[in-house]
């Protein structure tokens, strides 16, 4: 176990100290699993960063990429440029998903504490109840409304499309991942991270090494400017903003129709501006479940996040 402020002072650290200290975790990785691993690898800027660092030591491991049919298709050509890439597809897709099992909305933890309220879960309808008054039970208050949604919501949607492919992968092949996860990304990462570390060695699905853990987004940024490295399009450039680097085009990649934390961002969000740069994807989007589309049109007008095409300035 680690504590926030050993995460603090990785954090903290000179770049140029924490590449040299990913690059550590990188070999010990690899030496401890005698060469048998693989790079998880989205096609994303951060995993295209951590390819980057893990060949530069090992030229030979290869990349697994998860062609769920939801990842933008410049994502799709970016992966496709590089040598040496495995390439997995999950058993059901997204629409089968949804029916089975509900939509990703708010986030992972939200949509995991509603699915099981539904299922008749006593903790997840005392995190829901107008009673609860302690901090972790507060956070779910101003979701109760959705015990009630006309829609079904899950957070299992990233283990069907993802996570199963790579856990059918790593068992069938031995290999020990590498993955791209910051802490600072999320309060779930964080909670990972002060658990294990960067290199977990523990055994079955939690064993992975995430060397660039203690990095922030402005160093991925740095690194793909400094090392002039291609990265997806749909990212468009690097550049110099008023907080530090930034991209001129969308700031993370992910699945394209997935909500969560969708409410959070500000406008254009990342389906306004799906309906600029890939109105086909935006349409299926929106078109009614029943009519071969996703149907979230209806789940964003009762969550209140905005998808409406802006006009153009």
Same mark, same amino acid.
């Given at each position: 176990?680690f504590?926030?402020?050993?995460?603090?002072?990785?954090?903290?650290?000179?770049?140029?100290?924490?590449?040299?200290?990913? /690059? $550590?975790?990188?070999?010990?990785?690899?030496?401890?699993?005698?060469? !048998?691993?693989?790079?998880?690898?989205?096609?994303?800027?951060?995993?295209?960063?951590?390819?980057?660092? =893990?060949?530069?030591?090992?030229p030979? =491991?290869?990349?697994?990429?998860?062609?769920?049919g939801?990842?933008?298709?410049?994502?799709?050509?970016? =992966?496709?440029?590089?040598?040496?890439?495995?390439?997995?597809? %999950?058993k059901?897709?997204?629409?089968?998903v949804i029916?089975?099992?509900?939509?990703p /909305?708010?986030? @992972?933890?939200?949509?995991?504490?509603?699915?099981?309220?539904?299922?008749?879960?006593?903790?997840?309808?005392?995190?829901?109840?107008?009673? $609860?008054?302690?901090?972790?039970?507060?956070?779910?208050? !101003?979701?109760?409304?959705?015990?009630?949604?006309?829609?079904?919501?899950?957070?299992? *949607? *990233?283990?069907?499309?993802?996570e199963?492919?790579l856990?059918?992968?790593?068992?069938?092949?031995?290999?020990?991942?590498?993955v791209?996860t910051?802490?600072?990304?999320?309060?779930?990462?964080?909670?990972?991270?002060? @658990?294990?570390?960067?290199?977990?060695?523990?055994t079955?699905?939690?064993?992975?090494?995430a060397?660039l853990?203690?990095?922030?987004?402005?160093?991925?940024?740095?690194?793909?400017?400094?090392?002039?490295? %291609?990265?997806? @399009? /749909?990212y468009?450039?690097? /550049?110099?903003?008023?907080?530090?680097?930034?991209?001129?085009? =969308?700031?993370?990649?992910?699945?394209?129709?997935?909500?969560?934390? *969708?409410?959070?961002?500000?406008?254009?969000?990342?389906?306004?501006?799906?309906?600029?740069?890939?109105?086909?994807?935006?349409?299926? *989007?929106?078109?009614?479940?029943?009519?071969?589309?996703?149907?979230?049109?209806?789940?964003?007008?009762?969550v209140?996040? %905005?998808?409406?095409?802006?006009?153009? %300035?």
């Open positions: 176990m504590t926030r402020e050993d995460l603090k002072i990785l954090q903290r650290m000179p770049f140029g100290m924490k590449i040299q200290k990913s /690059v $550590a975790k990188i070999i010990e990785w690899y030496t401890r699993h005698d060469g !048998k691993v693989y790079i998880s690898f989205s096609g994303g800027k951060d995993s295209t960063v951590l390819l980057h660092l =893990v060949r530069s030591q090992f030979d =491991v290869p990349a697994v990429f998860v062609n769920t939801l990842e933008y298709p410049e994502i799709v050509d970016h =992966v496709k440029t590089f040598d040496n890439v495995i390439i997995l597809r %999950p059901k897709n997204f629409r089968q029916a089975d099992h509900g939509v /909305v708010v986030s @992972k933890d939200v949509a995991g504490v509603i699915c099981a309220y539904r299922r008749g879960k006593e903790w997840a309808a005392e995190r829901l109840s107008e009673d $609860a008054n302690d901090f972790r039970k507060g956070l779910y208050k !101003k979701w109760q409304f959705l015990k009630e949604a006309p829609f079904k919501i899950s957070n299992i *949607c *990233c283990y069907h499309m993802k199963a492919p856990h059918k992968f790593a068992r069938e092949t031995g290999l020990k991942p590498y791209g910051l802490a600072a990304e999320s309060r779930v990462r964080t909670q990972g991270w002060l @658990k294990a570390g960067c290199n977990s060695f523990t079955g699905k939690r064993a992975r090494s060397p853990s203690f990095w922030l987004e402005d160093e991925i940024l740095q690194y793909i400017r400094h090392h002039n490295l %291609p990265i997806a @399009k /749909v468009g450039e690097v /550049v110099d903003g008023k907080k530090g680097l930034e991209t001129t085009g =969308v700031e993370r990649t992910g699945c394209m129709f997935c909500l969560f934390g *969708c409410h959070l961002e500000k406008e254009p969000n990342r389906i306004q501006k799906m309906a600029v740069t890939h109105p086909k994807q935006y349409e299926y *989007c929106l078109r009614d479940f029943e009519d071969g589309g996703l149907g979230l049109r209806q789940v964003m007008e009762y209140g996040i %905005p998808y409406e095409k802006r006009a153009e %300035p």
